[in-house]
């Protein structure tokens, strides 16, 4: 793996776990605190599922998954041209797969605090592991659409 993916995926997993701890030592769970009224707030969970909690309770079936994510994530990504955009990519999605596998293997659940309410709508509550591989995705499907998902190298 390139040493600039590893050093996102090392640092982006670091961040994730930091927060967690940090919430998990200041925070009751089901605890709240509004930080800006009818949009963000703080609010500690335990997320037994994944997005929008499908397979809920199923976590040997999203460990598997996880696992396999990582392994079709290091396999493809030297498909892409090398370049700072798609190692930024990597390193998140890598970065917080792993850190989301931690909780799922360490405690049974992954630990979820971050809270927004768009236009009336509340959003799930989720982690820094979650929005990593959400920017990271994102800035994959700008590299395809730019053609750097074939590598140019020989």
């Known amino acids: 793996m390139n040493r600039k993916i590893f050093?996102?995926?090392?640092?982006?997993?670091?961040?994730?776990?930091?927060?967690?701890?940090?919430?998990?030592?200041f925070f009751s769970l089901n605890e709240k605190i509004v930080i800006l009224k009818n949009f963000f707030m703080i609010h500690f969970i335990e997320n037994y599922g994944a997005a929008w909690s499908i397979f809920t309770n199923r976590v040997e079936l999203l460990i598997a998954i996880s696992l396999l994510a990582i392994f079709i994530?290091?396999?493809?990504?030297?498909?892409?041209?090398?370049?700072?955009?798609?190692?930024?990519?990597?390193?998140?999605?890598?970065?917080?797969?792993?850190?989301?596998?931690?909780?799922?293997?360490?405690?049974g659940y992954v630990r979820d605090f971050l809270s927004f309410k768009i236009f009336s709508y509340n959003y799930p509550v989720f982690n820094f592991a979650d929005t990593f591989i959400v920017i990271?995705?994102?800035?994959?499907?700008?590299?395809?659409?730019?053609?750097e998902d074939k590598s140019n190298e020989i």
Not at 139 to 146: C, D, T, Y
């Open 7 to 25: 050093a996102i995926a090392v640092s982006s997993l670091f961040f994730d776990q930091i927060t967690k701890i940090t919430i998990g030592i």
């Open 73 to 107: 994530i290091y396999r493809y990504m030297y498909n892409f041209k090398h370049n700072k955009r798609n190692n930024i990519a990597f390193g998140l999605i890598l970065g917080g797969i792993v850190g989301n596998l931690i909780d799922r293997i360490f405690l």
């Open 136 to 147: 990271g995705v994102f800035l994959l499907i700008i590299a395809v659409i730019k053609g």
